[in-house]
């Protein structure tokens, strides 16, 4: 029986992982410059977290949750990050260690979802959450941060669009404006908008059905419902945006589908990746720290999807999925075999990527399989160099080569690249 990986899954292969990997130092970088820290939690969670921090009757919830029965525990694997983060700033009181904590967090979550491009079951997210302040301009550092991560990765061709909830007694003002305005549409509607309506109305804007879609284009929109002092912090957090350079879009509809939300909204999308189009969101949730037990504080996150950026990025990082190898050796005989041995742990340990061919054939063979390795150079040890204490060292981008004496091919190696 052939096995496969589940539906919805994906295996990243060695030609693959480096293109992760540069996007994942590179976010690492740029996170420890804006003062963020690495937070790890772990992928299962107790599925009560996420019916409280997300919401009831969030798509999430209702539908996409793997859930774990063991006895008297249910658990779930983590669908998003935020409450994970956030339960961990609660339970070890973290609040007590900095006024302000900047927290980056990279892994995989998982919902259930129906798969498609650029949309799958188990998927990756990296982002940052800034615990402990409703300062405005601690938004458009948030948004920024994330711009300049997406920029930084080779991306520039993507639309940043904005928009405030206002606080609590905003939303449910926007929340019965909302259904008033959907009720005469009802009929017209999906199945499944029919049913949010009631449930969480605010997931009605993000449907994708084409008829939804314009029901809610069609619909007159004012922010008559935010009140003076969220008005106040929208404004200043577009100021702040303008100051940073940060170019945007106001939209009125975009309000995130998760019950956590108030204040700023974000979204990030990119025309590359077609009718999946959004490499990431974020937002405020002033409230969720005191809903899961802790103090009252400010806080705002967002999260980039790292298969949505591959896509995105798929004919720039060509070059990335390359194995970088500085030195492949090639042995002729046993006895230059175990030379090779130490001449291979030399460069490795003065920083020299390099690997050993430890199979038989010709020697023309043997220069394909160092040609699939993208290797910048190849040494051939035979018994003539050994005598020497030498070895031929050819490049192979320019199809040349040269004796080296062994003593000196760190040095060597190291000059040419």
Same mark, same amino acid.
């Given at each position: ?26 976010? @690492? ?50 669908? =998003? ?18 006024? &302000? ?14 798969? $498609?491009?650029?949309?799958?079951? $188990? ?17 458009? =550092? ?68 084409? $008829? ?24 200043? &957090? ?7 350079? &940060? ?121 394909? @399989? ?30 040349? $080569? ?16």
């Amino acid at each position: 029986m052939l096995f496969k990986s589940p539906r919805g899954t994906k295996d990243i292969l060695p030609q693959e992982s480096s293109k992760w990997q540069t996007i994942e130092s590179k976010a @690492r970088k740029i996170f420890s410059l804006f003062g963020f820290e690495e937070i790890r939690t772990p992928l299962i969670e107790d599925a009560k977290l996420f019916a409280r921090s997300l919401g009831d009757f969030t798509d999430i919830v209702q539908k996409q949750m793997f859930l774990i029965k063991r006895e008297t525990d249910t658990f779930v694997l983590r669908p =998003e990050a935020t409450a994970s983060i956030v339960r961990a700033y609660v339970e070890h009181d973290l609040y007590n260690i900095s006024n &302000v904590c900047k927290f980056y967090y990279m892994g995989p979550m998982f919902r259930a979802e129906r798969p $498609q491009k650029g949309r799958l079951r $188990q998927f990756h997210h990296f982002g940052a959450e800034a615990i402990g302040s409703a300062n405005p301009f601690l938004d458009a =550092e948030l948004i920024y941060l994330a711009t300049r991560i997406i920029f930084e990765l080779g991306l520039s061709d993507f639309e940043v669009v904005v928009n405030t909830l206002g606080c609590q007694s905003d939303k449910k003002k926007m929340s019965v404006n909302l259904k008033e305005k959907l009720m005469p549409h009802k009929k017209s509607l999906c199945e499944d908008c029919v049913s949010r309506i009631d449930k969480n109305v605010f997931r009605v804007l993000d449907c994708k059905n084409p $008829q939804c879609k314009d029901i809610i284009m069609s619909l007159s929109w004012a922010q008559a419902h935010i009140c003076e002092d969220c008005h106040k912090h929208f404004e200043s &957090v577009l100021a702040a945006l303008d100051t940073l350079g &940060v170019r945007y879009k106001i939209d009125p509809l975009l309000v995130r589908g998760l019950d956590y939300y108030t204040r700023t909204v974000f979204e990030i999308s990119s025309k590359e990746l077609g009718a999946q189009d959004a490499l990431g969101a974020g937002g405020r949730y002033d409230n969720l720290v005191e809903e899961l037990g802790g103090p009252s504080r400010g806080s705002i996150g967002f999260a980039l999807g790292v298969e949505r950026l591959l896509l995105a990025l798929s004919a720039k990082t060509e070059e990335a999925s390359k194995t970088l190898l500085d030195c492949y050796i090639i042995p002729l005989g046993e006895a230059a075999l175990k030379k090779s041995l130490s001449v291979l742990n030399d460069l490795r340990m003065s920083g020299v990527p390099s690997d050993l061919d430890y199979l038989d054939g010709s020697l023309k063979a043997r220069l394909r @399989r160092a040609d699939k390795k993208n290797a910048k150079f190849c040494l051939i040890i035979g018994d003539n160099e050994l005598a020497k204490c030498t070895g031929i060292l050819k490049n192979m981008s320019q199809s040349t $080569q040269e004796e080296v004496l062994l003593a000196e091919l760190v040095n060597k190696i190291k000059a040419k690249v």
